[in-house]
């Protein structure tokens, strides 16, 4: 599937709006009854396994499915997985890692991605719409209605982690000829941020620097916060 690099374009300006919106509408439920805190973790978590089963028999049905493009290994496809296990049991691991990476991916690819019109009336226009913006939504649950948030040590983590996991995937991808991660060449079938990088392999040195400055974006509004409270606390009025 062909999709284009469009910073910022209409639609998805629309969808960076509704997210807000969400955002704001999950708020409502930040005192509720645990009840219906559990009925929501478990619809959002059905529909994201939901969502990605039905994604892979879309491509299986098509001829498109193969091991060397929809194991779940891309940074968005694990943490889809992994979000529905974070919603049931309100696991805070697998949270930092949403936050961080799941957070930063999927925002990234809903503000930058842009289906053609002509694939308005197939199912792969609205999948990635869907499959992101739940991911996104997921993570805004546990932080805006759970209360959980990250630290800079789940900032540590989360860098370790994403290191790791790198070093356990390109190999994988030398012995599946594959390219998860982008870490074997850049994607060739869709227009990506990867295009306005160095070749490989100097690529990937830089989209480790980029997403470290990612995550230090998203953790900025609790660093501001959290330096606010200790100027209070020194300085109380």
Known sequence: MDYEL????????FLAVGLIGVGRWLARFKHADE??????????????????LVWHHWNWTHGFWSVQTMLPLHVCSVMI????????FKNYRIYEFGYFLGLGA????LLTSYVPLELFFEYQYYQIFISHGLLITAVLYMTIVEGFRPTWKSFLRIV????????????????????????AYKPVEFASLLDILPPWPYYILHMEILGILVFLLLYLPFAVKDRRARQAAINPS
């Open 6 to 13: 469009q910073f910022l374009n209409l639609p998805n300006l």
């Open 35 to 52: 009840d219906t805190k559990r009925f929501l973790r478990h619809a959002l978590a059905i529909g994201l396994w939901l969502d990605e």
């Open 81 to 88: 997985w992994l979000a529905g296990f974070m919603l049931i």
């Open 106 to 109: 999927a925002t990234q690819i």
């Open 160 to 183: 370790i982690g994403t290191n790791l996991y790198m070093a356990l995937i390109f190999p994988l991808n030398l012995w599946l000829g594959s390219n998860y991660m982008f870490l």
